[in-house]
């Protein structure tokens, strides 16, 4: 125990951890506007599933996109509907803390979104979403 100090400097010296090693990055498969997602795309995306450990879920991105609508659901307030514009609608979907999604919106309406593609059906009616996986607003 007389020598955690010492020991915990040697490990850190031993590390060569640089600032950027301490950068969150993200992954994306490819960049990819949501213009080009359609339902053929969208099963073939199913077609390579199950996902998991060794067969991840591709991700695509696309930046600057405007934000029409924003608003909370679920009885948890866990759930965040996105009404988004990149020239023509886009629905969004993010799973997290809606309230703290709002606050940390404060009124900017652009948003970058990591997203993969997926069919929402409702009362036999399909439109394709972006459930979104990450986020950063500018």
Known sequence: EKDIDEFRRRLNADAELT???????IWIDVPMPFEYVNEKIVQELK??????????????AQKSLVIRNARVLGKNRNVVKLNLETGQPVD??????????LEEQAGR???DMIY??????YNGTRTLQAVIRNYKFH
Request: aromatic share 16%; hydrophobic share 35%; glycine share 10%.
């Open 19 to 25: 600032e950027e090693d301490f950068v969150p990055k």
């Open 47 to 60: 077609d390579l599933e199950p996902f998991g450990q060794g067969n991840e879920k591709p991700l695509f």
């Open 92 to 101: 969004g979907l993010l799973f997290a803390d809606g309230d703290r999604f």
């Open 109 to 111: 309406n652009m948003i």
């Open 116 to 121: 993969y593609p997926d069919v929402n059906e």
